[in-house]
């Protein structure tokens, strides 16, 4: 049988290149998008996903709970859009920041003053910062209230608690780098924040041979005091360190809420409808009750089992769209703050002019409230057990019920707003109490200090949350109200706390009813 021999092309490689040149938006269109051009059925709309580093940590189908506005509020991608906001103006940022003690500050004037648009690409990156951290804060809330931490999704809530201390990280370190009198005196009370421990030991006299504060402190500063060491080291980690661990978190949440099925949302009858052919249709009645996989038949069922596809829609473009949405939405919030208002840029930091009043970030003046008497107490004991409360959450409330809903278990919101209200009068009665009569060092001058550390306002506090959370427990017989009961209390006085100290603490940290009321220096 005779083989046919095609004839050699006789094209030359000039007009060969030239066909190529012709035909390079198209190719170049194909190497992007794979399928060539925007899909238009559902097995291209899938494949888009699938072929996408970015798309595909979404799940080909999302749930029309997940998309609605009501439910998520937005929070975590609004956390997550202003940390690409800060990445990117970060990095305009470093082509003019100088790390050094000499140079920093006037670097910063530099962009505040003569660089075109640096004053507002400053501006920007502190805006999305602070918004980084209320959406943050806002998004744990959020899970908590709608029980989406109950199995499987508890290790998730733990990485978000990581992300949370990170955020907090991240926001800190970049407090030094403008190195005027408001970055070196709120990094010294972080600093000192993180020396709480040398309270106790001094007071049982063991800090000359056991000194974890001391410890904490030369860690964080790289010394005993703020200065070019610890300039360095903020940078560092600013630009460095915990971008890169918080991008990693961040890739294992969003994982995570994949290989759980989606955001949590309350079980539904089977065979609803789900979009197919750009429509709503009816679907079949998954009826699966064990999982099988090519290994071997298993025991128990995946997040997936007995979901189908009812009441979903394809991802692309919907939930697409919609972050999209959220991340213009929050780049407009950045911009219009940016524009109104200007990142502070006080005189250059000067250790031997101390701020009077000294004040830490805001996100920490709750904390530097409760240093205020005791430093032990407020700055390492009460954030750590408040800390290891939030993590034990999802692995002591472990009845199912609730998930994916607002206050979904009977008698929920009621006793958030009991709880709200407790929490609110506690601790503004124990501001008032402290403000007009003092403690127990104002009354007993010679009190050993242990005593100032046990017995305080911000154990009182503790302790008051703690028996407010038991008397729900035993009335209502249900961990997640209790839950919720203490939760709602840490939540409402950490806030509480926060504006005392922001508006009511002026000069020597006395007592103000508004700023305009300091003393003129």
């Known amino acids: 049988m005779a083989t046919t021999i095609s004839k050699p092309d006789r094209t030359t490689a000039t007009q060969e290149f030239l066909h190529n040149l012709r035909l390079l938006p198209r190719t170049l269109k194909e190497a992007w998008f794979r399928i060539g051009h925007t899909p238009e059925s559902e097995r291209e709309e899938s494949q888009a996903t699938f072929h996408n580093l970015f798309l595909h940590i979404h799940s ?13 509020l937005g929070l975590g991608l609004i956390a997550a859009a202003s940390f690409v906001v800060l990445c990117i103006t970060g990095v305009l940022l470093m082509v003019y920041y100088k790390p050094s003690t000499t140079l920093a500050y006037d670097s910063i004037k530099d962009l ?14 502190r805006w999305s910062a602070h918004l980084m951290v209320v959406a943050v804060f806002l998004h744990m809330a959020r899970v908590f209230y709608t029980g989406s931490y109950k199995k499987p999704r508890e290790f998730n809530w733990l990485v978000g608690l990581a992300l949370l201390v990170l955020t907090l990280a991240l926001s800190f370190t970049g407090y030094l780098l403008p190195y005027d009198q408001l970055a070196y005196w709120a990094t010294t009370i972080g600093a000192n924040i993180a020396n709480s421990p040398r309270e106790l030991t001094d007071a049982l006299g063991i800090s000359t041979w056991f000194d974890p504060g001391g410890f904490q402190k030369r860690l964080l500063l790289g010394a005993n005091f703020v200065g070019e060491d610890s300039l360095i080291r903020f940078y560092v980690l600013h630009v460095f360190v915990l971008p890169v661990l918080l991008i990693m978190l961040l890739g294992v949440h969003f994982w995570r809420i994949r290989k759980d099925g989606g955001l949590a949302r309350a079980e539904e009858p089977m065979g609803g409808p789900a979009e197919w052919g750009g429509s709503m249709k009816r679907v079949f009645e998954p009826l699966a009750t064990k999982t099988y996989g090519l290994m071997a038949l298993v025991k128990g069922r995946r997040p997936t089992v007995n979901r189908g596809p009812e009441n979903t829609v394809m991802s692309w473009p919907h939930l697409f769209w919609a972050e999209l949405a959220v991340f213009m939405l929050t780049v ?50 009460i954030p750590l057990i408040a800390w290891v409360g939030l993590a034990l959450i999802p692995f002591l409330d472990r009845r199912p019920g609730g998930e994916g809903v607002w206050f979904g278990t009977p008698g929920e919101r009621r006793v958030a707003w009991q709880s709200l209200l407790f929490g609110l009068l506690t601790s503004v009665g124990m501001l008032a109490f402290t403000v007009n009569f003092g403690w127990l060092r104002n009354w007993f001058p010679r009190i050993h200090q242990l005593w100032i550390i046990g017995i305080n306002p911000g154990s009182i506090l503790v302790l008051l949350y703690a028996g407010w959370s038991l008397l729900v427990l035993k009335r209502k ?41 300091w003393p003129v220096h």
């Open 332 to 381: 407009a919030i950045c911009l219009i703050l940016s524009f109104y208002s200007d990142a502070p840029l006080k005189e250059l930091a000067n250790p031997a002019v101390p701020e009077n009043p000294a004040k830490a970030p805001w996100y920490f003046l709750g904390l530097q409230e409760l240093v205020s008497y005791s430093a032990f107490m407020g700055g390492l004991l």
């Open 60 to 72: 080909v189908r999302v749930h029309v709970r997940t998309l609605a506005p009501a439910f998520t």
């Open 477 to 517: 017989d249900s961990v997640r109200l209790a839950a919720v009961a203490l939760f709602t209390c840490f939540l409402i006085g950490f806030t509480v706390l926060t504006y005392f100290a922001t508006i009511h603490r002026g000069p020597n940290w006395q007592f103000y009813w508004w700023p305009s009321q």
């Open 112 to 125: 505040h003053y003569v660089v075109f648009t640096g004053r507002f690409m400053r501006n920007i990156h």
